[in-house]
């Protein structure tokens, strides 16, 4: 039996990825989140208690399982040890269980200076990041420029000469770019220091960490942060993160080849949402749209932005099934759609008056498209006790098996509320049942 799992988000983030990692987690040894940075924003209720984590894998809050930070991302250390120390204050001992890849890549206090004046600059063409520095660790790491998790290993004044040095070049392309007034290199250098001495402890070698997950001892869950459709290949660019979200990500971010993984499970809300800018063909514009919102509570982990919201989009369900190769689908937040009395779904588009079946990802199609519309009728019994599918009312389950005809993947989970046990399995789900 192949003993990983992939978990990926199949729309433009904020699926529910974090709910679904944390409830299997329960079944694994170890959780890697394998891309992206704390642009990410994972809720999880536990009881009464929530949690968001940004960057720290979501298994981290199921007591005993390991949790590796990849080296497909991008670390702000200061983030890191925040959320560490957050999560030992609330008396949930995670210091031992958590290890960073050292080919990781780190976030600089200069990475977010330049996500701030860029996206500034841009205006009303501003693709509408976090503001975390993601981008600009990526194109260092991309140009071989960045700083390494691994280089917090070296002798302190052998890290303060390597981190002087980039903040200097820094303080170069600030002041060439933007006009901008330079940083301050030896107080970052000792920022550094300080976090370094904590961080070593949790520094190893991803290929030597993951030596288990191959070798078929440790059962594993990949995490994906975003979703399929802000995947930098394959989203609509330029309006897409700077990592690859989808299932090439998993394999390149963690060095687990596909000959390990046993079931790739895809996360859909049951309608769509999308933070910044960006096409969005099924979105709900006025009273529709806010009150899709104020139902769902969309607004964004990380920014605390509103979400655009809109009705389930299943051209880009498809794509999206289609790129990751998935082999069943979670859907989340069911419950939300309850009392509204006709449900749409998206089941194509019309560009420049032609039918359109498959989505096209280049903007300036996506941009002209128009949605065609399927009217399903909705439900008004409240849902969110339900254990069993077959005790879902009848055009609630109706909604459910059309999306999966029209994506073409079997939803094998349905998420019907926040916490844990919110949970409905149809059948046993491929390697784990929980």
């Known amino acids: ?4 799992t992939v978990v990926l988000g199949c729309q433009w983030g904020d699926e529910g990825k974090g709910k679904v990692v944390d409830r299997l987690a329960e079944a694994v040894d170890l959780v890697v989140r394998f891309q992206g940075g704390a642009n990410a924003g994972h809720t999880v209720y536990v009881g009464e208690e929530k949690f968001v984590l940004h960057l720290l894998p979501t298994g981290v809050l199921r007591e005993g399982v390991r949790c590796l930070l990849g080296p497909g991302m991008v670390v702000d250390p200061w983030t890191l ?3 560490i120390d957050g999560l030992n204050s609330r008396d ?25 004046l860029r996206e500034a600059s841009l205006g009303s063409k501003g693709i509408g990041t976090t503001g975390r520095g993601i981008g600009p660790a990526y194109e260092d790491k991309m140009s071989r420029l960045g700083l390494r998790a691994a280089d917090l290993m070296r ?3 052998s890290l303060r000469r390597l981190v002087i040095e980039k903040v200097l070049r820094a303080n170069r392309l600030l002041a060439e770019r933007y006009d901008a007034p330079p940083m301050a290199s030896e107080a970052v250098a000792d920022d550094v220091i300080a976090a370094a001495a ?8 991803a290929f030597e960490y993951l030596q288990p997950v191959r070798n078929g001892e440790w059962k594993a869950l990949l995490e994906g942060a975003q979703g399929a459709l802000l995947d930098v290949d394959h989203g609509n660019f330029p309006y897409v993160t700077s990592s690859n979200c989808t299932i090439g990500g998993a394999l390149t971010g963690t060095g687990i ?24 063909v099924s979105e709900l514009h006025g009273d529709e749209g806010e009150d899709l919102r104020a139902r769902g509570k969309e607004f964004g982990a990380t920014t605390g932005r509103p979400r655009r919201c809109g009705w389930f989009d299943a051209v880009a369900a498809r794509y999206a099934a289609t790129i990751n190769g998935l082999d069943e689908i979670v859907l989340t937040k069911l419950d939300v759609l309850t009392g509204i009395d006709t449900l749409q779904i998206c089941t194509s588009y019309e560009i420049d008056g032609e039918p359109v079946q498959d989505f096209p990802n280049w903007t300036d199609r996506t941009e002209k498209a128009r949605p065609v519309y399927e009217d399903m009728p909705g439900w008004t019994e409240d849902i969110s006790g339900v254990r069993n599918f077959d005790d879902l009312p009848e055009t609630c389950r109706k909604y459910v098996d059309r999306l999966s005809e029209l994506v073409g993947v079997e939803v094998t989970v ?5 916490t844990r046990d919110d949970w409905i399995m149809r059948r046993e789900s491929g390697l784990i049942s929980v």
């Open 155 to 157: 002798a302190d004044e």
């Open 414 to 418: 349905v998420s019907n509320g926040a």
């Open 1 to 4: 039996m192949k003993p990983t």
């Open 198 to 205: 904590r961080l070593r402890p949790m520094i190893v070698s």
């Open 81 to 83: 040890l925040e959320e």
């Open 92 to 116: 949930i001992d995670v210091i031992e269980r958590v290890k960073l890849a050292g080919s990781a890549q780190l976030v600089m206090p200069y990475h977010k200076k330049f996500d701030e």
């Open 257 to 280: 080849s596909h000959k390990s993984i046993g079931l790739v499970m895809g996360v859909f809300k049951a309608y769509c949402t999308r933070v910044g800018n960006g096409p969005f």
